[in-house]
């Protein structure tokens, strides 16, 4: 396999990836993008190591946490810093939402 075909799997075996991830999200990709507008605020409080600001969110928008939060924690947020920096690195891409244009 040369060069060239390596790196067109690659991206291919990516594209699939997000392909993936973004038929298995729970939730709106405007909401999910929402959500991480919304933890990376201004005004966030300190995370304390539960979802609670994720919790509040999905409630406000009247998305049932249950069907939600497993998702997350399958992307690695198990708590609300985790989902801005472990779930938004697998989404980041699919919603269209970039840490560095929000700071
Ligand atoms: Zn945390």
């Not at 040369?2 to 939730?27: F, G």
């Not at 690695?76 to 920096?85: A, L, M, N, S, T």
């Amino acid at each position: 396999m040369d060069k060239e075909q390596k790196k067109r799997l690659k991206a291919q075996y990516r594209q699939n990836e997000q392909d993936e991830i973004c038929v298995s999200i729970p939730m709106g990709i405007d909401e999910l993008k929402d959500l991480l507008s919304f933890l990376n605020r201004e005004s966030a409080p300190e995370c304390d190591h539960t979802l609670k600001e994720t919790v509040a969110f999905l409630k406000s928008k009247q998305i049932d946490p249950k069907v939600v939060v497993p998702w997350l924690g399958e992307h690695g947020g198990f708590c609300d810093c985790e989902v801005i920096y472990n779930v938004y690195d697998d989404v980041g891409d699919i919603v269209g939402w970039h840490l560095d244009e929000n700071s």
